[in-house]
């Protein structure tokens, strides 16, 4: 199922593996960057990075149970930190190992970075977990395969299947379209 794997020869990590390798045929769950608002779309923990990660976590939970899995399942995350301090970088990760997400561990990268999508906010986290008791079948893959081909086959005058032109993070995933600048996007 799931094989987390620290590399010997590599300084220990702390709080998450160098890698995870999960078994072809095990479903998959991409989750988009979980972010620091409530339900009304207000900010909660303004100025509080702490605050914010406990919120990101929270929604991540909520995220993960809506597909049928959890923290303890997750393979890979990305922690943004609205941030170049390491002790606010730090902060940020200690919420990040108390909240179960590092039981795994899991293989994770914390980047400081200089904004992030809404005013005031601090802290977003990506994942990638295992739903656990599935299995993909011919007819998922078959249209993953499909919707694939399609991204990685878009030419500079075809906008993709949503009408909505290529960019770099969409096609960019198997290294072929979008990566150059020219293949995916749409003038």
């Not at 295992?130 to 086959?153: E, F, L, R």
């Amino acid at each position: 199922m799931i094989r987390r794997v620290t590399v010997p020869t590599l300084l220990p990590p702390p709080g998450y593996s160098h890698a995870c390798v999960v078994e072809a045929g095990t479903a998959l769950a991409f989750l988009a960057g979980s972010v620091p608002l409530d339900a009304d779309g207000e900010l909660v923990g303004a100025g509080d990075p702490v605050r914010q990660a406990r919120q990101v976590i929270a929604h991540l939970e909520e995220q993960l149970r809506a597909v049928g899995s959890d923290l303890a399942h997750v393979v890979a995350t990305d922690v943004y930190v609205v941030s170049s301090d390491p002790a606010v970088l730090s902060a940020v990760w200690g919420v990040v190992k108390a909240s179960g997400l590092s039981t795994g561990p899991h293989a994770s990268t914390l980047i400081g970075v200089a904004c992030l999508g809404y005013t005031g906010q601090l802290v977003e986290i990506t994942a990638t977990a295992v739903v656990p008791g599935t299995t993909d079948t011919a007819d998922t893959a078959d249209t993953a395969d499909t919707a694939d081909t399609a991204d990685t086959a878009d030419t500079a005058d075809a906008p993709d299947t949503a009408g909505t032109p290529d960019t770099a993070g969409t096609a960019g995933t198997a290294g072929t379209a979008g990566t150059a600048g020219t293949a995916g996007t749409v003038s």
